[in-house]
């Protein structure tokens, strides 16, 4: 079957802040309508839900943060609490940005943050060096697990904490707005589209997935997935889309 020409493109994540990113390059070498649409929406938890948790953070030494949004919703929640982490708590975050991210709550003694590459699955190598902590995880409901099913099944000591949750987005506005391609980047951007458009038909609409749980989560929908990343050859979204468009265009 003849791959379907592609003219516009909905990406479900924020648009981009960057004049120079790459969805603009590609919009401009392709001659493509890009739109961006947040799929999800972020919920901390309230003070009362997280109570009935029964976590202290106190009460652990070290602390697993793997995103800005974890960073936000932990930090906010102490802060309600009165709660001041002692200085010699060990922070793992999941990369440089996030660990520079860190710096806008604390301030951080060197020898007491790790951090990884850019993947929670990078952390792995990071947290085998510290076996005996106490490890919090403060995460989503939903959460990528390569990291906490492995220090599970290594019986590393971690606890998860629950301080936000990803919500739907809105999407009622593009019930009748077709794009040829649609790109997902989390199984939640997956749901959201299902949880507002129920009655969902992809025909022939393309769909770029970003991620094996990604890629999942659509076939478990009944979504025929066109385009997945990140590949050895292709380790982004805009490459993967633009191998496809390469295709068409042969």
Not at 4 to 17: A, D, M, Y
Not at 44 to 51: A, D, I, K, M, Q
Not at 136 to 143: E, G, V, W
Not at 208 to 222: C, E, S
């Amino acid at each position: 079957m003849a791959k379907k020409k592609v003219k516009s493109i909905l990406i479900s994540q924020p648009t981009p802040t960057d004049e120079n990113s790459p969805y603009y390059k590609l919009a401009d070498k392709w001659k493509l309508k890009i739109d961006f649409r947040k799929f999800i929406q972020i919920q901390g938890v309230s003070l009362n839900e997280f109570r009935k948790q029964n976590i202290n953070a106190l009460d652990f030494s070290a602390i697993i943060l793997t995103s800005k949004y974890a960073i936000d919703h932990f930090f906010g929640l102490l802060k309600e609490m009165k709660v001041e982490m002692p200085a010699d708590m060990k922070y793992f975050c999941v990369s440089e940005a996030s660990a520079k991210y860190l710096q806008k709550y604390i301030t951080i003694r060197k020898r007491k943050l790790f951090v990884g590459k850019r993947t929670s699955r990078d952390l792995i190598e990071v947290v085998k060096k510290h076996k005996g902590d106490q490890f919090l995880f403060p995460c989503s409901a939903i959460h990528t697990r390569h990291l906490t099913d492995w220090m599970e099944e290594n019986d590393y000591d971690l606890t998860k904490a629950v301080i936000y949750n990803t919500v739907p987005s809105d999407l009622s506005d593009l019930r009748d707005v077709k794009y040829d391609l649609i790109c997902f980047y989390s199984p939640s951007g997956v749901a959201s589209l299902l949880e507002n458009f129920p009655d969902f038909k992809q025909n022939d609409t393309v769909i770029a997935v970003f991620g094996p749980t990604t890629a999942k989560a659509a076939l478990d929908a009944g979504l025929v997935v066109n385009i997945q990343a990140p590949k050895p050859n292709m380790p982004s979204m805009t490459a993967a889309i633009e191998d496809y468009l390469k295709g068409n265009a042969k």
